[in-house]
């Protein structure tokens, strides 16, 4: 009886909808914490998997020995490897594509490599605007990895005593 | 009256109607940025800031884009009536706004039976959604009609009854002298000896509007975007702009009927009342305007849809009753002049 007398006076007089305001109306003059987003970035964890790169040593050889074992882990066959004998003797890739639209992003590639050769870098921010542009080339990839090379080094740098 | 005579007097009428329309059309393009800011506010977000200093051009680049869109006729519309209903929807917006009284004398049409008017006007917006509907040929806009429909036949009633209060306490259907009968103090709005009905009129107002928590004409989760699902382009922005200077609208109308219009609220307090004579009374009337349009949003960001059957239930069951109850109270109230009011 009391409860019902006190839930049609809660209804008449709208107590639930003021507090509804109420708590909407605080929320207004609540501090805003959108990232606005070309200028200011959010912070990204050394470990994340974003664009491939392939790395050179410091003396300019390329990593990558065509071992293929990227190309066996990768669970979504992304990657085509085709190998060949360079001049020196050595075992080198003919080609060495990714997919990006078969990519999954799932790093295996990465861990499986001998050699520290295919890497994931950090970026997330790139895109595909022509059909074709999705087949990332040896040349690209190793153009990735020089232009980023101290940024990659520095992220195993910092992630190596976990690995 | 002579010819030059009658010339100058429509000149006159269209330059009045140039002053009324540019300032409503300036308000809803203000309207819509602030919904969007005010919206992102209480989600604690931004909201547009990109175009023009902390995005205030955004609506103007919104109407440009709806400009530029084509504007898609659906093979098995009904094209005259498709292209006729926004227009019937936009006109009685901007219609009413004829016998709105802006400050003391500041109006453009003075006509006795303006209330009259100004539920004709308002109820004939729903023309405009039931004939889109209809002629989209398309079950959500059907559907989204058909719900706008029974619910302005519903909430209609309840406003009506909520303004008979108002026409039993000032004694006239003139909106000047409407405001004119609350003069004497905030606490001389009807706001409170009216104060049941005031919330009614609030809330029909609402569900007239089709604004949220009474959106279900459009309710885009479940029917998509209602009775404009199919309208495209500048068609589309029509119905837009009679939404918002709708809203605008009843504002302006609740803060006639209930808060004195263009007085101002300093009234009757000693010493106040002296030092903000000189605010104009047009500049009270936008200050109520530009509150109860915050409320609309502020209502949108706070309240769920109601889902259709408790629309009509607080329409039927709540609202008309209470009216109903009030009207009668109030009208003893009237011809017994009991106090504190009459
Ligand atoms: S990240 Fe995963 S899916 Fe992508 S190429 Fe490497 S192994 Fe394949
Ligand atoms: S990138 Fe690494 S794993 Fe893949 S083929 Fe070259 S060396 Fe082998």
Not at chain 1, 91 to 113: H, N, P, Q, V, W
Request: net charge neutral.
């Amino acid at each position: 009886m009391v409860k019902t007398i006190i839930r049609i006076i809660k209804s008449f007089t709208l107590w639930e909808l003021f507090a509804g305001l109420l708590l909407t109306g605080k929320y207004f003059w609540k501090r805003k914490f959108t990232v606005q987003f070309p200028e200011e970035k959010t912070p990204v964890s050394p470990r994340f998997r974003g664009l491939h790169a392939l790395r050179r040593y410091p003396n300019g050889e390329e990593r990558c020995i065509a071992c293929k074992l990227c190309e066996a882990v990768c669970p979504a066959l992304a990657i085509t490897i085709d190998s060949e004998q360079r001049a020196d003797g050595s075992r080198r890739t003919k080609s060495y594509e990714i997919d990006l639209f078969k990519c999954i992003y799932c790093g295996m590639c990465e861990e499986a490599c001998p050699v520290d050769s295919i890497v994931l870098t950090d970026m997330s921010h790139y895109h595909i605007a022509e059909r074709g542009e999705n087949i990332l080339t040896k040349e690209k990839l190793l153009a990735i990895g020089d232009k980023y090379e101290e940024q990659i080094a520095a992220a195993r740098e910092e992630e190596g005593r976990y690995r | 009256m002579n010819l030059s005579q009658a010339i100058i007097e429509l000149i006159w009428i269209v330059l009045g109607i140039i002053a009324i329309i540019v300032p409503v059309m300036i308000g809803v393009l203000a309207f819509t940025y602030a919904e969007r800011k005010v919206l992102a506010f209480m989600h604690v977000r931004i909201g547009p800031n990109r175009v023009g200093p902390f995005g205030f051009f955004q609506p103007l680049a919104d109407a440009i884009k709806l400009l530029h869109k084509e504007i898609i006729i659906p093979a098995v519309a009904d094209k005259f009536i498709f292209i006729l209903a926004p227009v019937l929807s936009i006109a009685p917006a901007l219609a009413a706004w004829a016998v709105i009284p802006f400050a003391q004398g500041w109006v453009l049409a003075n006509i006795n039976a303006g209330i009259l008017y100004v539920l004709a006007m308002t109820s004939f917006g729903a023309y405009g959604i039931l004939l889109s509907g209809w002629a989209s040929n398309s079950k959500y806009a059907l559907f989204g009609s058909l719900r706008s429909a029974a619910q302005m036949v519903a909430y209609e009633i309840a406003m009506g009854f909520a303004l008979i209060g108002v026409m039993l306490a000032a004694g006239s259907l003139n909106l000047s002298q409407i405001v004119l009968a609350q003069s004497g103090g905030i606490w001389h709005w009807y706001w409170l000896p009216l104060l049941p009905l005031f919330v009614v009129y609030l809330i029909s107002g609402v569900s007239e509007t089709n604004r949220a928590p009474f959106d279900v004409a459009e309710g885009e989760s479940e029917i998509v975007a209602g009775y404009h699902v199919e309208y495209g382009g500048m068609a589309f922005g029509v119905f837009f702009l009679a939404e918002y200077s709708n809203m605008l609208l009843i504002s302006a109308l609740v803060s006639l009927f209930f808060l004195g219009g263009w007085l101002s609220p300093l009234q009757g307090i000693p010493g106040l009342e002296t030092w903000f004579a000189w605010v104009p009374g047009v500049i009270w009337f936008l200050i109520k305007i530009i509150f109860f349009s915050f409320l609309y949003l502020w209502l949108r960001a706070t309240f769920p849809r109601y889902r259709y059957d408790q629309i009509m239930r607080l329409g039927w069951k709540v609202l008309i009753p209470i009216t109903l109850i009030w009207i009668v109270v109030v009208a003893v109230a009237a011809r017994f002049n009991l106090p504190p009011w009459w």
